[in-house]
């Protein structure tokens, strides 16, 4: 076991990556590149129904032929974003109280796989066509925009996490990371359109998922178990703090899920109640997820697919925040817990925390060399399904909402080209 200190990082970093991290991460694009490229011309794509909701024909199961819906699921909602800032929010503030974030989509899901039917019996391609019916036009173009607006700032929000990760770990520049997740992603989403998505989400949810496992096998042997991680956390403070406070201080609760509801930075009230509505807005309304479920080949695949994404959201306690966000806390206080503003513009160049490099920290300081290139992989695949589920939903908003409104005599040829 490593010997950990409370004020220093206690083993010698691996910054650098080798060839066989860098052969792994190219191989890894490569085969995604090449599995969209194929996804593209597999499937049939001259038709809306085809391009948008993968011709209605997607299954619950996880397989690949046909694609499985529980895995895009599941992967449209993990990305990079949600993978740093879950393990860096328990990293900086012990929050194992963000948990109910994710353990509330498990309801939310199995109330989708309810208005599942609602959906699929109406026989829509977009959530705003399903308004129209309960506001008229108004309602629906109000709608249109809203979930544009809202999907801009989720690819924002997932392509500044990717590019970060890919800053910490090669050390290239922040906006050509951006722009080359930018253009893998769009090499086959716009090429196969929903219909490739799924099939590249499947084997990225089992990378995420496996890889993840790895890291906290890893991390667990490092620490010797739960007992020795709670008391070597509540231990850990940055060896620069500002005078007169105690925000370097671990919190008391760390490791309470529910949190006291007036003196919790998180009450257990408001995770409870207020998390659950914004769940359910999410999980049962947005276009990036129940698309999903419209392109179901029937309503058992939609039930089954949403039920099994929701098994799988109980997953990130264990493989993002607990040992994760703990133990980079514990051997890395100095970097991702750090409070003085010098300090973290030092590390991170960001003098409000450095919270949000706490996993692709802990991948390079605690991986050896080859399996570290892999686990940079496994990051990056976070950010994938996202990005490419954004892109598809936005797609399908702008062509069937905006585009359809202005020019009504569309045909399906120029409905295709705008999609694209």
């Not at 080949?297 to 994404?309: R, W, Y």
């Amino acid at each position: 076991m490593m010997e950990g200190s409370s004020t220093a990082a206690p083993f010698s970093p691996s910054q650098q990556f080798s060839v066989a991290d860098l052969v792994v991460l190219t191989a890894y694009f490569s085969l995604n590149v090449a599995v969209g490229i194929w996804s593209s011309c597999r499937v049939n794509r001259n038709t809306i129904s085809a391009h948008f909701l993968a011709g209605r024909d997607m299954a619950w199961r996880t397989s690949f032929a046909p694609p499985p819906i529980g895995a895009s699921l599941f992967a449209s909602s993990e990305g990079s974003g949600l993978f740093m800032g879950l393990a860096g929010t328990r990293a900086a503030r012990g929050m194992i109280a963000v948990t109910g974030f994710e353990w509330n989509a498990t309801y939310a899901l199995l109330a989708l796989a309810w208005v599942a039917e609602v959906y699929i019996s109406s026989a829509i391609v977009t959530m705003p066509r399903y308004l129209w019916r309960f506001g008229g036009e108004r309602t629906r173009t109000h709608r249109f925009g809203l979930l544009l607006l809202l999907s801009i700032t989720k690819t924002s929000t997932d392509l500044y996490s990717g590019a970060l990760l890919v800053q910490v770990c090669l050390g290239w520049d922040l906006y050509l990371s951006a722009v080359l997740a930018l253009v893998v992603m769009q090499l086959y989403t716009i090429a196969g359109g929903l219909a490739a998505v799924p099939y590249t989400d499947t084997p990225q949810t089992l990378i995420m998922v496996l890889g993840a496992m790895v890291l906290v096998v890893k991390a667990s042997n490092e620490i010797r178990g739960y007992p020795n991680l709670e008391e070597a956390y509540l231990k850990a403070v940055p060896s620069k703090i500002v005078p007169n406070t105690t925000c370097h201080l671990p919190r008391a609760d760390a490791m309470h899920l529910f949190r006291d509801p007036v003196s919790g930075d998180l009450p257990w009230t408001g995770m409870t109640f207020g998390l659950s509505i914004i769940a359910t807005w999410y999980w049962c309304t947005d276009q990036v997820i129940i698309q999903w479920s419209f392109s179901a080949k029937s309503l058992s695949h939609a039930k089954a697919g949403s039920i099994l994404a929701s098994y799988l959201k109980m997953l990130p306690l264990f493989i993002i925040i607990m040992y994760p966000g703990n133990i980079t806390y514990f051997y890395l206080p100095d970097t991702v817990a750090c409070v003085d503003p010098e300090e973290c513009t030092r590390t991170c160049e960001a003098a409000v925390g450095c919270s949000s490099i706490a996993y692709p920290k802990l991948v390079i300081e605690l991986m050896p060399s080859g399996p570290r290139g892999l686990m940079t992989a496994v990051t990056m695949a976070a950010l994938m399904p996202s990005l490419t589920s954004i892109s598809n939903s936005s797609s399908t908003l702008f062509t069937m909402g905006i585009w359809r409104k202005l020019r009504p005599g569309a045909g399906e040829r120029e409905l295709l080209s705008v999609a694209r």
